[in-house]
C-alpha cells in the first residue's frame, strides 16, 4: 500500500486534534498557551491548519498542558509528526485510492466481498490476506475495501504501517483517518454503524497492530478488519486468507495466443508488456511466453519486472536471460519497498524458525506436486514436529499451494522453492536434502513396484505417474551422487516404463547402472532385479536376445537367495525371451518351471499367467484340446484372484482356438466379448490382435460387412500393419479376389516376421498359399510355410492341412 493508499475520506490534521483535546479539557486557546508557556498565536496557528509541522517540543509542552498521558499522548504526538529526513513515520493514513483494474482475482474479490458484506454480527470481523511480497494483497485489499463501501456506512479508512509503529500510535492514527479527535471518539463517529478499516503490512508492527485490534474490536462492535500481511496477525476473530499467485497456462495448453490469453498471468504479464512496448506480441513470441509464465511461477511481481525487460528484449531473451534465475529479477515497482523477486522471498523465509526453514529446504527438492506423506518422509525429523501444523504454517504465510478434493496435493511456489535451494546450498544443506530427496522416491517406487501388474496396473502406474519429474530428478541426482539409491529406483520402475512406452530410455538407465562399479556390491536382490528389468526392457522393442544372459544371471541370483517371487519372473521372462529367439523348447520348459513354482507355492495369479503362457505351445503343437483346456484353467484362476485383465486375454485367445477349430460366429462372439473387457482394462495391444481374430472369423463366414467395419478400425492403425493385412486379405479372398488377397496376405507375412509369434506368420502363409495363383510364388510360399513350421516345431491342423492341398 502506497502513499496514495489509505481512507475514503480526508483525515483531520493536527488542527483537529489539537482542538479537540483542548475542548476536552475545558480550556480557552489562551488558557492552554499560558499553561503550555507559548503565545497564544501559536495556538492560534495551529488550530487553524496554519502551521501544519509545529516543533516536537511545542507539541510536548502542549501535551504536558492537556494533561494526556499513556494512548493519548502517544495520538497526540503521532498526529502532529510531518516525515523527517532519514525517520519514517510510524504510520501514513491517506485517502484510499480508486481502484485499479485487477487481473486475476475475480473469485478472490468476488467471495471476500460476499463475506465483508454481510452484518457484522453475522459476517467475519477479522480478514488477513497472506502472501509472499509482490503478490498482490494490496490491491486486492483495495478493490474489495471500495467495493464494500456501500455495506459500512460507518466508513471505510485505510493506514500503512511502518516499522517500530507503537500502539498509541496506531491507535492514534485510526482515530485520525476515521475522523475523531481521539481514540475515544470513535464510538459516537460510528454511532452503530459498520466501519471497515483497511491495514496495509502488518508485519511491521506486528505486536502494536494485534494489541491495537484486539482493544478496538472489543470496544467497537460494528468494526470489521481487511489487513495485508505476510503472516496472520493471531487474532482469535481473524480469517486467514492467503492470496496464491496467477494462474499460470499449463504445459498442454494450445500454441496459439487465443489459447493461453485467458489465464490470468499471461494477461497480467501481456497487460504489463503492452505498456512498455507500443507494438502486439509477435506469434513467435507466443510459446516462448508462455513458458517464460509458467517460469515466473504466476508471481505478480515477477510478471512485470519480466514485462518491464520488454523495452529491450523479445520475450524469447527475457525467457533465454532469466528463465534460470528469476530471483535475479530486479528493478523499482510502483509500489516501492521490493527491489528484486529474491527480497520478496526473504522477506517471507526471514520469518521461519531454523528447523522451519531446514523442512522448506527438503521440500523445497520436490519437482511436482507432493502428498502429506511424503512430506513427512522427507522432512523426517524428530517426533516432536508436527508436519501438518508445518504445512499448515507455510500456506498461513503463501509460500505454499495446496489443491485436491479427497486428498490434498501440495508445492512449494516456484520462487519459493527456488530461493530455498539457494539457502540450502549456502547453508551446505543441499548435499542431504538431494539425498533425501531420493531415498524417498526410491522408497515410494519400490513400494509401488508390486501392484505394477493385474487389476492394480493402471493405479499403480497413475501413482509414479504423479511424481515422474521427481523421479527423473531423483534419478539422474543419485546416478551421480548416490549410485545405489539410483539402481534402487532404477529397479522398481521397468514394467512402468513399459506400460508408458519408455522402454529404451529404461534400458539405458539400467545399463548404466549395473556396468557402474560403484553398485558392484549393492543389495544382491536389488541387482537381480535390475537384471530382469533390463531383458524387459530390451524385450519390448525387439532386442530381447541382446539380454538373455541377464535374465538367466538374474535367475540364478533369485534361487541364491531363495525368492520364489523373482524365480518365477525370472522364468516368465526367459520363456518370452526364448519365444523371441525361435528357442521354442526352451521357452516351454521355463513356462513349465514358472507353472510349477507358482503350484508349489500356491500363487493363484501366477499359476494362471503361466497356464496362458504354456496355451500358445499347444497351439504350436496343434493340440486344440488341451489349448481349450489350459484356458479353462486360466478363467477359473484368474476368477479367483480378481484378475480381470488376465481374464479378458483368456477369453481373447479362445476365440482365437475356436477360430482355428472352424467355429467361426463362436470365434466372432467371443472375440467382441474379449475387445469390450480390454477396453475396460486398457490395454490396446492384445485388442488390435483380437479385432484380427474377429475380422478374420467374420470375413470367412461371409459377413463381409461387419468384417469391413472391423478392417476400416484396423486400419486406423499403423501403416504397415499385419493385422489390417491379414482381414484385408480374409476378406478378398472371401469375395473372390484372389490377386487383392494374395498382395494383402505378402504385407500381413512380412510384416509379422520377426514378431513374438511365428504363428502370425503361419496364418498369413497359408493365405497366400490359397490365393495366390501364381505356381512359382505359391511354391515359394509354400516352402516358407514348411520352413518356418520346421523351425518352429509348428504343427499344421488338419483343416489348415486342407487348405493348402496337403
Same mark, same amino acid.
Given at each position: 500500500?502506497?502513499?496514495?493508499?489509505?481512507?475514503?475520506?480526508?483525515?483531520p490534521?493536527?488542527?483537529?486534534?489539537?482542538?479537540?483535546?483542548r475542548?476536552?479539557?475545558?480550556l480557552?486557546?489562551?488558557?492552554l498557551?499560558?499553561?503550555?508557556?507559548?503565545?497564544?498565536r501559536?495556538?492560534?496557528?495551529?488550530?487553524r491548519?496554519r502551521?501544519?509541522r509545529?516543533q516536537?517540543?511545542?507539541?510536548?509542552?502542549?501535551?504536558?498542558?492537556l494533561?494526556?498521558t499513556?494512548?493519548?499522548?502517544?495520538?497526540?504526538l503521532?498526529a502532529?509528526?510531518g516525515?523527517p529526513?532519514?525517520?519514517?513515520?510510524?504510520?501514513r493514513?491517506?485517502?484510499?485510492?480508486?481502484a485499479?483494474?485487477?487481473?486475476g482475482?475475480?473469485?478472490?474479490?468476488?467471495?471476500?466481498v460476499?463475506?465483508?458484506?454481510?452484518?457484522?454480527?453475522?459476517?467475519?470481523?477479522?480478514i488477513?490476506?497472506?502472501?509472499?511480497a509482490?503478490?498482490?494483497?494490496?490491491s486486492l485489499?483495495l478493490?474489495?475495501?471500495?467495493?464494500?463501501?456501500e455495506?459500512?456506512?460507518?466508513?471505510?479508512?485505510g493506514i500503512?504501517?511502518?516499522?517500530?509503529?507503537?500502539?498509541?500510535?496506531?491507535?492514534g492514527g485510526?482515530?485520525?483517518?476515521?475522523?475523531?479527535?481521539?481514540?475515544d471518539?470513535?464510538?459516537?463517529r460510528f454511532?452503530?454503524?459498520?466501519?471497515?478499516?483497511?491495514i496495509?503490512a502488518?508485519?511491521?508492527?506486528?505486536?502494536?497492530?494485534?494489541?491495537t485490534?484486539?482493544?478496538?474490536?472489543?470496544?467497537h462492535?460494528?468494526l470489521r478488519i481487511?489487513?495485508?500481511?505476510?503472516?496472520?496477525?493471531?487474532?482469535?476473530?481473524?480469517?486467514?486468507?492467503?492470496?496464491?499467485?496467477?494462474i499460470?497456462?499449463?504445459p498442454?495448453a494450445?500454441?496459439?495466443?487465443?489459447d493461453?490469453?485467458?489465464?490470468?498471468a499471461?494477461?497480467?504479464?501481456?497487460?504489463?508488456?503492452t505498456?512498455v512496448r507500443?507494438?502486439?506480441?509477435?506469434?513467435?513470441?507466443v510459446?516462448p511466453?508462455?513458458?517464460?509464465v509458467?517460469?515466473l511461477?504466476?508471481?505478480?511481481?515477477a510478471?512485470?519486472?519480466?514485462?518491464?525487460?520488454?523495452?529491450?528484449?523479445t520475450v524469447?531473451?527475457?525467457l533465454?536471460?532469466?528463465?534460470d534465475?528469476v530471483?535475479?529479477l530486479s528493478?523499482r515497482?510502483?509500489d516501492?519497498?521490493v527491489?528484486?523477486?529474491?527480497?520478496?522471498?526473504?522477506?517471507?523465509?526471514?520469518?521461519l524458525?531454523?528447523?522451519e526453514?531446514?523442512?522448506?529446504?527438503r521440500?523445497?527438492?520436490?519437482?511436482?506436486?507432493?502428498?502429506?506423506?511424503?512430506?513427512?518422509q522427507?522432512?523426517?525429523?524428530?517426533?516432536?514436529?508436527?508436519v501438518?501444523?508445518l504445512?499448515d504454517r507455510f500456506?498461513?504465510?503463501?509460500?505454499?499451494?495446496?489443491r485436491g478434493?479427497?486428498?490434498f496435493?501440495f508445492r512449494?511456489l516456484?520462487?519459493?522453492?527456488d530461493?530455498?535451494?539457494?539457502?540450502?546450498?549456502?547453508q551446505g544443506d543441499l548435499?542431504a536434502?538431494?539425498?533425501?530427496?531420493?531415498?524417498?522416491l526410491a522408497?515410494?517406487a519400490?513400494?509401488?513396484a508390486p501392484q505394477?501388474?493385474? =487389476? &492394480?496396473?493402471?493405479? !499403480? /502406474?497413475?501413482?509414479?505417474?504423479?511424481v @515422474?519429474? $521427481?523421479?527423473?530428478?531423483?534419478?539422474?541426482? *543419485?546416478a551421480k551422487?548416490?549410485?545405489h539409491?539410483a539402481l534402487?529406483?532404477?529397479?522398481?520402475?521397468?514394467?512402468?516404463?513399459r506400460?508408458?512406452?519408455?522402454?529404451?530410455s529404461?534400458?539405458q538407465?539400467?545399463r548404466?547402472?549395473l556396468?557402474d562399479?560403484?553398485?558392484?556390491?549393492?543389495d544382491?536382490s536389488?541387482?537381480?532385479w535390475?537384471?530382469i528389468?533390463l531383458?524387459?526392457?530390451?524385450?519390448?522393442?525387439?532386442?530381447?536376445?541382446e539380454?538373455?544372459g541377464?535374465?538367466?544371471a538374474?535367475?540364478?541370483?533369485?534361487?541364491?537367495?531363495?525368492d520364489?517371487?523373482g524365480q518365477?519372473? =525370472? &522364468?516368465?521372462?526367459? !520363456? /518370452?525371451?526364448?519365444?523371441?529367439?525361435? @528357442?521354442? $523348447?526352451?521357452a516351454?520348459?521355463?513356462g513349465e *518351471?514358472a507353472?510349477?513354482?507358482?503350484?508349489?507355492?500356491?500363487r493363484?495369479?501366477?499359476?494362471a499367467?503361466?497356464?496362458?503362457?504354456?496355451?500358445?505351445?499347444?497351439l504350436?503343437?496343434?493340440?486344440?484340446?488341451a489349448?481349450?483346456?489350459?484356458?479353462?484353467e486360466?478363467d477359473r484362476l484368474?476368477s479367483?484372484?480378481?484378475?480381470?485383465?488376465?481374464?479378458?486375454v483368456?477369453a481373447?485367445?479362445?476365440?482365437?482356438?475356436e477360430?482355428?477349430d472352424?467355429?467361426?460366429?463362436e470365434?466372432?462372439?467371443l472375440g467382441r466379448?474379449?475387445?469390450?473387457?480390454l477396453?475396460?482394462?486398457?490395454?490396446?495391444? &492384445?485388442?488390435r490382435?483380437?479385432?484380427?481374430?474377429?475380422g478374420q472369423?467374420?470375413?470367412?463366414?461371409?459377413?463381409?460387412?461387419?468384417? *469391413?467395419?472391423?478392417?476400416?478400425?484396423?486400419?486406423r492403425?499403423p501403416?504397415?500393419?499385419?493385422?489390417?493385412?491379414?482381414?484385408?486379405?480374409?476378406?478378398?479372398l472371401?469375395?473372390?479376389e484372389?490377386?487383392?488377397?494374395a498382395?494383402?496376405f505378402?504385407?500381413?507375412a512380412?510384416a509379422f516376421?520377426?514378431?513374438y509369434?511365428?504363428r502370425?506368420?503361419?496364418e498369413?502363409?497359408?493365405g497366400?498359399?490359397?490365393?495366390t495363383?501364381?505356381?512359382?510364388?505359391?511354391?515359394a510360399?509354400?516352402?516358407?510355410l514348411?520352413?518356418?513350421?520346421?523351425?518352429?516345431?509348428i504343427?499344421l491342423?488338419?483343416?489348415?492341412?486342407?487348405?493348402?492341398?496337403?
Amino acid at each position: 500500500m502506497t502513499s496514495d493508499h489509505g481512507a475514503d475520506q480526508e483525515g483531520p490534521g493536527f488542527d483537529a486534534v489539537l482542538r479537540s483535546y483542548r475542548l476536552r479539557a475545558k480550556l480557552t486557546q489562551e488558557e492552554l498557551a499560558a499553561r503550555a508557556v507559548v503565545g497564544v498565536r501559536t495556538v492560534r496557528d495551529l488550530e487553524r491548519g496554519r502551521a501544519s509541522r509545529p516543533q516536537r517540543t511545542t507539541v510536548e509542552l502542549l501535551a504536558a498542558a492537556l494533561g494526556l498521558t499513556g494512548a493519548d499522548r502517544l495520538a497526540f504526538l503521532a498526529a502532529s509528526r510531518g516525515q523527517p529526513s532519514g525517520t519514517p513515520p510510524p504510520a501514513r493514513f491517506v485517502r484510499l485510492p480508486p481502484a485499479s483494474d485487477l487481473i486475476g482475482r475475480d473469485a478472490d474479490v468476488t467471495e471476500l466481498v460476499t463475506r465483508l458484506s454481510q452484518p457484522v454480527s453475522e459476517g467475519p470481523r477479522g480478514i488477513t490476506l497472506v502472501g509472499l511480497a509482490g503478490v498482490g494483497k494490496t490491491s486486492l485489499a483495495l478493490t474489495v475495501a471500495h467495493r464494500v463501501t456501500e455495506a459500512h456506512p460507518g466508513g471505510v479508512a485505510g493506514i500503512v504501517l511502518t516499522d517500530g509503529s507503537t500502539t498509541g500510535e496506531v491507535l492514534g492514527g485510526v482515530a485520525a483517518v476515521f475522523g475523531a479527535g481521539r481514540p475515544d471518539d470513535l464510538s459516537p463517529r460510528f454511532a452503530g454503524r459498520a466501519a471497515l478499516l483497511l491495514i496495509d503490512a502488518v508485519e511491521r508492527a506486528p505486536e502494536a497492530i494485534a494489541e491495537t485490534l484486539v482493544d478496538l474490536l472489543a470496544k467497537h462492535p460494528t468494526l470489521r478488519i481487511l489487513a495485508t500481511g505476510r503472516h496472520p496477525i493471531g487474532l482469535p476473530a481473524e480469517r486467514v486468507w492467503p492470496v496464491a499467485p496467477l494462474i499460470a497456462p499449463p504445459p498442454s495448453a494450445g500454441p496459439a495466443l487465443a489459447d493461453i490469453a485467458r489465464y490470468p498471468a499471461v494477461a497480467l504479464f501481456l497487460d504489463r508488456l503492452t505498456r512498455v512496448r507500443g507494438a502486439p506480441l509477435d506469434q513467435d513470441e507466443v510459446e516462448p511466453m508462455a513458458a517464460l509464465v509458467r517460469r515466473l511461477g504466476g508471481l505478480p511481481i515477477a510478471l512485470e519486472l519480466a514485462a518491464a525487460r520488454g523495452r529491450v528484449l523479445t520475450v524469447a531473451e527475457i525467457l533465454d536471460r532469466y528463465g534460470d534465475r528469476v530471483l535475479d529479477l530486479s528493478g523499482r515497482p510502483e509500489d516501492g519497498g521490493v527491489v528484486s523477486v529474491r527480497d520478496a522471498v526473504a522477506a517471507s523465509y526471514r520469518l521461519l524458525s531454523t528447523e522451519e526453514q531446514k523442512a522448506l529446504h527438503r521440500l523445497a527438492t520436490f519437482r511436482n506436486r507432493w502428498s502429506l506423506g511424503l512430506a513427512e518422509q522427507i522432512i523426517d525429523s524428530h517426533p516432536a514436529t508436527d508436519v501438518v501444523h508445518l504445512l499448515d504454517r507455510f500456506l498461513e504465510l503463501g509460500l505454499l499451494s495446496a489443491r485436491g478434493a479427497r486428498a490434498f496435493r501440495f508445492r512449494l511456489l516456484d520462487v519459493v522453492g527456488d530461493f530455498a535451494l539457494e539457502q540450502a546450498a549456502s547453508q551446505g544443506d543441499l548435499l542431504a536434502a538431494r539425498c533425501r530427496h531420493a531415498e524417498v522416491l526410491a522408497d515410494l517406487a519400490r513400494g509401488i513396484a508390486p501392484q505394477l501388474k493385474g =487389476a &492394480h496396473l493402471a493405479e !499403480a /502406474a497413475s501413482r509414479l505417474d504423479d511424481v @515422474a519429474g $521427481d523421479l527423473g530428478a531423483a534419478l539422474s541426482w *543419485a546416478a551421480k551422487e548416490d549410485p545405489h539409491t539410483a539402481l534402487r529406483i532404477a529397479a522398481s520402475l521397468p514394467r512402468w516404463w513399459r506400460f508408458r512406452g519408455r522402454d529404451v530410455s529404461g534400458r539405458q538407465w539400467l545399463r548404466r547402472l549395473l556396468a557402474d562399479p560403484r553398485t558392484a556390491d549393492a543389495d544382491p536382490s536389488i541387482r537381480a532385479w535390475a537384471k530382469i528389468g533390463l531383458a524387459q526392457m530390451a524385450l519390448e522393442h525387439g532386442s530381447g536376445a541382446e539380454e538373455i544372459g541377464s535374465a538367466e544371471a538374474a535367475l540364478a541370483d533369485f534361487r541364491e537367495l531363495d525368492d520364489i517371487g523373482g524365480q518365477l519372473t =525370472a &522364468h516368465t521372462q526367459l !520363456a /518370452a525371451l526364448y519365444m523371441l529367439t525361435r @528357442a521354442f $523348447d526352451h521357452a516351454r520348459s521355463h513356462g513349465e *518351471a514358472a507353472l510349477h513354482l507358482a503350484r508349489a507355492d500356491n500363487r493363484i495369479r501366477d499359476m494362471a499367467v503361466a497356464e496362458n503362457n504354456l496355451t500358445w505351445h499347444e497351439l504350436r503343437r496343434g493340440d486344440l484340446p488341451a489349448a481349450r483346456a489350459r484356458l479353462a484353467e486360466v478363467d477359473r484362476l484368474a476368477s479367483r484372484c480378481g484378475e480381470h485383465r488376465l481374464r479378458a486375454v483368456a477369453a481373447a485367445n479362445l476365440a482365437e482356438v475356436e477360430r482355428l477349430d472352424g467355429n467361426l460366429e463362436e470365434a466372432a462372439r467371443l472375440g467382441r466379448n474379449a475387445i469390450a473387457e480390454l477396453e475396460d482394462v486398457g490395454d490396446p495391444g &492384445h485388442r488390435r490382435k483380437v479385432l484380427a481374430t474377429v475380422g478374420q472369423a467374420l470375413a470367412y463366414a461371409g459377413q463381409h460387412e461387419e468384417a *469391413a467395419k472391423v478392417l476400416e478400425e484396423l486400419r486406423r492403425g499403423p501403416a504397415i500393419d499385419g493385422p489390417a493385412a491379414i482381414v484385408a486379405g480374409a476378406v478378398a479372398l472371401s469375395l473372390g479376389e484372389p490377386n487383392r488377397a494374395a498382395e494383402n496376405f505378402a504385407v500381413a507375412a512380412e510384416a509379422f516376421d520377426g514378431a513374438y509369434d511365428p504363428r502370425d506368420v503361419v496364418e498369413a502363409l497359408i493365405g497366400l498359399v490359397r490365393s495366390t495363383p501364381h505356381a512359382k510364388k505359391r511354391a515359394a510360399a509354400l516352402e516358407r510355410l514348411r520352413e518356418i513350421c520346421r523351425v518352429g516345431g509348428i504343427s499344421l491342423l488338419a483343416r489348415e492341412r486342407a487348405q493348402i492341398g496337403e
